[in-house]
């Protein structure tokens, strides 16, 4: 199959590609770069502008007429920038997500996977959540997320329009062959700051809240390999109607984790031995639009997609450390 995919040189856009590609689909790339490197879409069929610029869309369509979906992955991403800022994630993620969906339905492509965010989860007891548990987003990045689901539900609804909708958890690590993976120098997720601090790039790592209702006090994520993640969206489009028909709906939520739980001390014990190294440690408040957080309930995935989770947390870090090794190599021939 032949897939559109918006933010295609973004992390998790770029290592989704390369998933589409093992599997024998056609990635068509669609990205600003207004943070994604260039280099990722190297090899690929790429087109530079934004997912609102409608023209652009009747072109890309208009070159690959066999487009059977897309993934819709481009957004801004940073939860404290979105507290600082709003009014360019609700643009970005948003007001311009709404063109791209309208012109993708009069364009006759109207399978749409879109990337959602287990931070839209209200806070729960065991910390376990399934899809039909409360939501309640906290920061700006977040209800933007949840303002999608709610356009593309509504969408789906009253046109052709149909979303299969993917609430990631915590994606780390890189593809299998180290061709993509973090890009920011200065990466804001915990994994990144992790390999920075053991690398001996910054001073130290920051354990942001420290007397949160979890086991040891830090905030709980599912942390789940990103080569996990992009496989899911692979089996998602590949099952894109048989998906939906298994729901007898127009739309559905799909949580996609590894379905345990971990928190950022225990993650940062599971660094150090992947390493092989202590990594200095300092604890600060929670930053803005911080939650406490969750790990997936992943029974709707395997009964609707047949797909698990198959790699370990520290296969992940091994990849993020990897990764950190080769970022420079690769990012230096953009």
């Known amino acids: ?14 290592v989704t590609a390369t998933a589409l590609e093992q599997a024998g689909h056609t990635p068509v790339i669609l990205d600003s770069l207004l943070s994604g490197p260039r280099v990722f879409t190297t090899g690929r069929i790429f087109y530079e502008g934004d997912v609102a610029d409608r023209d652009l869309l009747r072109r890309i369509v208009a070159e690959h007429p066999d487009l059977e979906a897309t993934i819709h992955l481009a957004a801004r991403i ?37 990337s ?41 609804a009253a046109t052709d329009l149909r979303a299969v909708i993917l609430r990631y958890f915590n994606p780390i690590g890189s593809d299998p062959d180290l061709t993509s993976g973090i890009y ?30 979890t086991r040891d006090g830090t905030g709980i994520r599912d942390y789940i390999h990103v080569w996990d993640l992009a496989r899911a969206h692979v089996r998602a489009v590949e099952a894109f109607d048989d998906v939906l028909a298994g729901v ?11 379905g345990s739980g971990v928190t950022v001390r225990e993650l940062v014990t599971a660094f150090e031995r992947v390493a092989g190294t202590e990594v200095p440690t300092v604890t600060a408040p929670p930053r803005p639009g911080d939650a406490v957080g969750a790990f997936a309930n992943v029974d ?8 698990r989770a198959e790699l370990t947390l520290e296969e992940a870090i091994a990849s993020a450390l990897a990764w950190a090794d080769r970022r420079g190599q690769i990012l230096e021939r953009s």
């Open 1 to 14: 199959m032949k897939i559109l995919v918006t933010g295609g040189a973004g992390y998790i856009g770029s």
């Open 78 to 114: 940073v939860v404290p920038e979105s507290v600082a800022q709003p009014y360019l994630y609700y643009r970005d993620n948003v007001a311009k997500s709404l063109e791209l969906f309208d012109e993708l339905t009069a364009l006759g492509k109207p399978r749409v996977l879109f």
């Open 116 to 156: 959602s965010s287990a931070s839209l989860y209200a806070p729960k007891e065991g910390f376990e959540v399934t899809e039909a548990d409360p939501l309640e987003p906290t920061s700006p990045y977040a209800r933007t997320k949840r303002i999608m689901e709610q356009i593309l539900q509504d969408l789906a």
């Open 184 to 213: 920011d120098k200065e990466p804001s997720h915990v994994l990144g700051q992790l390999v920075l601090a053991a690398r001996g790039e910054q001073e130290a790592f920051t354990i942001t809240g420290t007397d949160l209702p």
């Open 248 to 258: 007898h709906a127009p739309s559905v939520i799909i949580n996609v984790g590894t």
């Open 300 to 307: 709707r995935a395997t009964a609707l997609l047949g797909w």
